[in-house]
């Protein structure tokens, strides 16, 4: 794929969505970073009727220590694995109270090293709460980077490697926004919805769905 391909790609998801946003329900980064911890294998929809019910009463590190793990796991045992994840987030939280004054760190380094948080969860993190023009690539990207050609690889790193590298300036703070929406609603793994998709006359997918 050319680089005038890939530019007119992003321009027409960005004219579809100017200002594309997370669907996970936040106010702070810490509130963020708990979010996307919880989300792995998850819904975001599952993860924000959590979460709805748990930052009203815990909303910090210090709060979600003092909830203690037996009443975190309380508000989130609706999520998969929220056994693993709980023990994570406490975990987190010490780390984040103890080493970073309660709040979240703005490297990649010291992100990665808080427990359950790996490079896709950093990448959220560092481009939502922080703007930094990271591309996250959960299994959505992977597939539709791979699926349309606008960034082939055979792993997550290879792909966002390439997407970061490909990827024009001017389109990468939102560029992990705007091709998992595709991913989740268009570009869908079953069955991508091809008659309807904005882009499909750039896409380079061989086997595109008929009406």
Known sequence: MNRAKRIAIYTRLRDRDPDPRTELDYG???ELLISVILSAQATDVGV?????????VARTPQAILDLGLRGLKKYIRSIGLYNSKAKNIIET?????????????RTRGELEA???VGRKTA??????AFG???????THIFRVANRTGLAKGKTPLEVETRLTKLTPEEFRKNAHHWLILHGRYV???RKPDCPNCPIADLCEYARKETA
């Open 28 to 30: 702070t980064p810490f």
């Open 48 to 56: 924000n009727k959590a979460t709805a019910l748990l930052f009203p």
């Open 93 to 105: 939280c010490r780390i984040l109270v103890k080493e970073h004054n309660g709040e979240v760190p």
């Open 114 to 116: 808080l427990p359950g």
């Open 123 to 128: 990448n959220v993190v560092l481009n939502t």
């Open 132 to 138: 930094v023009p990271t591309i996250a690539v959960d």
């Open 187 to 189: 570009c869908k793994a």
